[in-house]
């Protein structure tokens, strides 16, 4: 498995407006070969970014997307730069241990 985080900081006020966007796209990324799963994570805190967790089956896979006509339509009509507080940060994983409850 292979997780990719976008950890976004997003400015107060701009909050529902950024996860509309990822409610707007709900059932896009879903259709790409090798993807597993997404999750956004809204922060407790003000000063904590929101992250975009994405699962994929290996990193080929989630290359494959970054190439997609899904992706491009993605990230087109980006919210404003007043929206964020700062650059948003990726990073990328290899699963290596995976434990869950019964």
Known sequence: ???????????????EAFEERFRQRAGQV?????????????????????????????KAAFEGWLGSEDFQAAHRNPLPKEAFTGQGRIESFEVIITAEGA
């Open 1 to 15: 498995m292979y997780i990719v985080t976008n950890r976004v900081p997003v400015a107060e006020g701009w909050e």
């Open 30 to 58: 879903e259709k790409q070969p090798g993807f597993v799963r997404m999750q956004v994570l809204k922060p407790d805190t003000a000063e904590t970014p929101y992250v975009v967790l994405t699962t994929w089956r290996d």
